[in-house]
């Protein structure tokens, strides 16, 4: 018995020591980083509606078609724009489609930050200031007792805002994304962008 009990706690610690040396030298064989991060621009089956291939390539596109128009391209100075969302038209309304709009925002911000400033909806701003400020509105009440004008808060020219629709049928879903700047002072739709692709309905 004593040595069957030596013989098994032996095998108990060999295992032990091969399964770590097997670690040690087969590292390169466990899934590395690139393996739970697949890129941007691949199709993953499970995945069903829109892909990230869509978001990055639709305001890619549609980023710069916005910086052509001449209400922003010939105006000497920024254009105060405000972000009024996604209006989620489709079959689909858990998507998270603001995301569209926050990739939107950072391309003009990053690359157009001289022609361009965004503002965020004034019941958010004010919300924001009193989080953060309180109800007295901590340094900026005193500061403009100064030189500094007391109402300093940049007033929105345009909304930026979303719609996205879609077309079940039993094999494939058409989806169309539509992206509007509206002249707040006169309602017009200055310019209108669109993104429309189909993909497989595979589950």
Known sequence: MRYQVITSNCFKIGTGVALAACLLLSGCSQPGYSAYRPGISSFQPADQG???????????RLAADLLKIPAIAQNPNKVIIVMTGIDNKTSQPWQNDQ????????LLNQYANDRIAFVI???KLQQLQQQELGSTGGGFEQSSRGQVPQNTRLIPQYALKGVFYDLPNSATTYYLCTFQLVNLQTGEVTWEGHYETRTLNLY
């Open 50 to 60: 829109l892909q990230s291939r869509d978001l990055v390539d639709m305001t890619n």
């Open 99 to 106: 995301i569209y709009l926050a990739r939107m925002r950072a």
């Open 121 to 123: 909806q004034p019941q």
